[in-house]
């Protein structure tokens, strides 16, 4: 079975520069999920998407982050404009059922990595 | 907000050492799951404990959960170089299937 597949790996921007990150999901899996990791800490979540709706984007700065999952399988993360503190990987995972479930596993993609300079 | 505590924050053991780490979180949750991430890498899901389950196993790996103190603890036995990564705990909230991490603990397995 394929992974939560992720583009570009890795990314290096100068500040106030826009990015974009992509995620493909495991086929089937109706919910998908954004997380922002930042070194030496864990992954902050800042959305949630189930097909192609939004379930919680409470933690996402809105003013320059965006995202979107267009037909409810692949999605796009969005960076304009970057600050420094953007710096950090961005993970993408996704799990099979609409919440709520207790046996819910998520499975997490390889990550993009920005640097912003 | 991160819900869950790991301790310690780095532990450093010598291989065939068993290897334990605790989480504690604050909420109620629908369950706790434990991932292990290598320096570079995503996350790997190692297992996940329902909130009305209180120990299992997988393999090397040991899991309890106390809810009444809002804690879980990881055993890994028989400790291997190849564990050495940092590992998380991550609570499902009971409304949405939401994982909220803690800041993790780095496990470093010396031959």
């Known amino acids: 079975e394929a992974g939560v597949a992720q583009s570009p790996r890795y990314k290096i921007i100068e500040k106030r520069q826009s990015v974009a990150f992509w995620c493909n999901p495991i086929s089937g899996h109706a919910t998908l999920y954004w997380y922002q990791q930042i070194l030496g800490q864990g992954p902050k979540l800042l959305i949630q998407?189930?097909?192609?709706?939004?379930?919680?984007d409470s933690q996402l700065p809105k003013d320059r982050f965006s995202a979107e999952r267009l037909k409810g399988v692949d999605s796009t993360l969005k960076i304009q404009p970057a600050k420094l503190e953007d710096s950090a990987v961005y993970l993408c995972?996704?799990?099979?059922?609409?919440?709520?479930?207790?046996?819910?596993?998520?499975?997490f993609g390889e990550g993009s990595w920005l640097t912003v300079v | 907000s991160q819900q869950g505590e790991e301790d310690p924050q780095a532990l450093s053991i010598q291989e065939g050492e068993n290897a334990t780490m605790n989480c504690s979180y604050k909420t109620s949750i629908n369950n706790l799951q434990w991932y292990r991430q290598n320096s570079g890498r995503g996350l790997v899901h190692l297992i996940l404990i329902r909130s009305n389950e209180r120990e299992k196993h997988s393999g090397r790996l040991r899991v309890t959960l106390d809810t009444s103190k809002k804690s879980s603890s990881l055993l890994i036995t028989a400790s291997r170089a190849a564990d050495t990564a940092s590992y998380f705990c991550a609570t499902m909230n009971s409304g949405y299937s939401t994982l909220t991490f803690g800041k993790g603990t780095m496990l470093l397995v010396s031959p």
């Open positions: 998407f189930q097909n192609n709706g939004v379930v919680d």
């Open positions: 995972a996704s799990s099979l059922d609409v919440v709520p479930k207790s046996g819910n596993t998520i499975y």
